[in-house]
């Protein structure tokens, strides 16, 4: 179906909107108005614990004023960035790269694209052509990215905003959710009805005056659960923002049988024999309308329990993450290796699935996924998914990568490299041309190298230092954090790229001369070619107000440095 729309790359009637932006940027970014208060505050103290308390002390006052006026408050993301205007006879160099804007009365928020803030604000364009790039700025082709109207309107609509925004926006809604659904719609099926017939309560649960596990699930996802667990003498747990909370709704405690009956109902017969005789069973599922999960089935002193980690529907964009654009640049490389790697429950998953979907609107490609189990699904885009369970579609991750060769794939996501076999696996994939993303269990991006090294045995320790040499593009680290300004967590990253044109040595001879200590030199001295260190990070998000000074400084592998950069934020230099 053919429908006319407006070009939303040209100016619309956005004159109270463009009003309405250049108010919560001039007005409302929380740093500025914090500092307003913080430097005053802080004029005869020298402590550093007492700078500390005094800052978050400040940024609590603050959100609560906008709280009382029921005003939104913005916060300015990686605004040392400067990237110049894609609007025709603009030449102007747009500062930062995203604006938050929160509301403090409800605890939502959207993150908008600093280059759609600039347009709106300067020309009434609800939008910005993003040339899409690879590791050498090489131009990969472009893309329209459209205001998120509806999102906006449902964190601002309760707030200050006047009233001629809204009929502004709502006017051009409909047409700039029509071209984004247009835009995939030659390679993405219509959605099917919702089939939710295998989810009622059962027999054994209505006997018991039980809900279903289906619905602890959805109601553990409303009550936005990261992680829910599933416990014999427990109620139902979900995890909430990274605290262990018995939900509100179930006051009951579960039985032994209760909870085997709860994980039988997520498991195949196939998989319940395999379980009875493993006594462990790792396996995802999804439900129709809710969300996917992945579960882990296990037996602890006699009673069975399972622990499920919630996976969005759809994977989050990379805007939404506030992670640096330079991730977005790995997936129009051509071959190479490229890890995600933290502790777990750092959300590695999750970014890696958001960098994924960017390939997958962004790039014509074949991606291949290995995972055991299948956590996110995607929709096909601009690029088509081959997505295989190791047990299930597959017998190893070594027999799914040879097969997987013979599939044509551009892009392979592994997901996980947990032993020799699917180490060995994923370089000779990146070898032999094509772009393989992964998972590790490290804390820092240099020692996921030596992680890896270190798997093998002495005797083929060199080989695997040359192979890996050739072969890595990027290894990123990431740790998750609580946020001070409102409830959520941000997901801070370290990276390290290995490309010739790093500053110092060429990174590829560390690795080779297995000096790879030397790598964090590299990492310090290369932010213009988009590196950061895991204390950079930190410290752009505690001079944003987003996390507390403590958190900073309790996540910082270098706590001296953060400690002089706190300093600093108070105007007491290095001391």
Known sequence: MTREVPDMMQ??????????????????????????????????????????QIHDQI???VVEECRAKKKPYAIHHFRNARNKSTVPGDESIIQGVYLEVCDPVRNKNIVIP????????????????????????????????YFEVGNFLKVVGNLDMPEQVGIEL?????????????????????EKELDLSGFATDEYETERNMPSLFTILKKMVEWGADDIHIKANCRPIGVLRGETVPHPDFEFFMEPEDTQHY???????????????????????????VARFRCNVYWAQGTVGMVLRLIPNDPLPTHVLIIPQILKKLVFERLGLVLVTGQTGSGKTTTLASIIEFANQNRRSHVLTLENPVEYVYTNKNSIFTQRAVEIDSLSFPMGMRAGLRQKPD?????????????????????????????????????????IINTFPPHEQEQVRLQLSE???????????????????????????????????????????????????????SPYDGMQSGNMSLFEFYDNCVISGSDALAMSDNPEQMNQWIRRVAGKGVQ
């Not at 001039?26 to 802080?42: C, F, G, Q, W």
């Not at 009875?276 to 396996?283: F, G, I, V």
Request: hydrophobic fraction near 40%; charge should be negative.
């Open 11 to 52: 100016p619309q009637k956005l004159e109270a909107t463009a009003a309405y932006l250049k108010k919560i940027f001039d007005e409302s970014i929380l740093r500025n108005r914090v500092m307003e208060k913080y430097l005053p505050a802080t004029r005869a103290v020298f402590d550093n614990l007492e700078l500390r």
């Open 411 to 451: 892009i392979i996501l592994i997901g996980e490299m947990r032993d020799q076999d699917t180490i060995i696996a994923g370089l000779k994939a990146a070898e032999t041309g094509h772009l393989v993303l992964s998972t590790l269990h490290t804390n820092d991006a240099v020692q996921t190298i030596n992680r």
């Open 170 to 190: 709502n006017a051009i809604k409909d047409d700039i959710e029509w071209l984004e659904a247009e835009r995939f719609r030659a390679m993405t099926a219509e």
């Open 263 to 289: 994980a039988y109902r997520a498991l195949s017969e196939e998989q319940i024999l395999q379980f009875e005789e493993t006594r462990e069973m790792d396996t995802s599922f999804g439900v129709p309308g």
């Open 59 to 61: 940024v609590t006052e």
């Open 114 to 145: 600093m280059e759609t803030v600039h347009n709106i604000i300067n020309h009434q364009i609800p939008g910005y052509v993003e040339v899409m790039k690879n590791l050498g700025d090489s131009p990969m082709g472009t893309t329209n990215n």
């Open 471 to 525: 072969t890595i593009r990027a290894s990123i680290s990431q740790r998750l954090l609580k946020r001070w300004d409102r409830p959520g967590r941000v997901c801070s990253i370290e990276i390290l790229l290995i490309t010739p044109n790093a500053r110092g040595d060429n990174s590829r001879d560390y690795i080779r001369r297995n000096e790879i200590n030397e790598l964090y030199k590299v990492i310090e001295t």
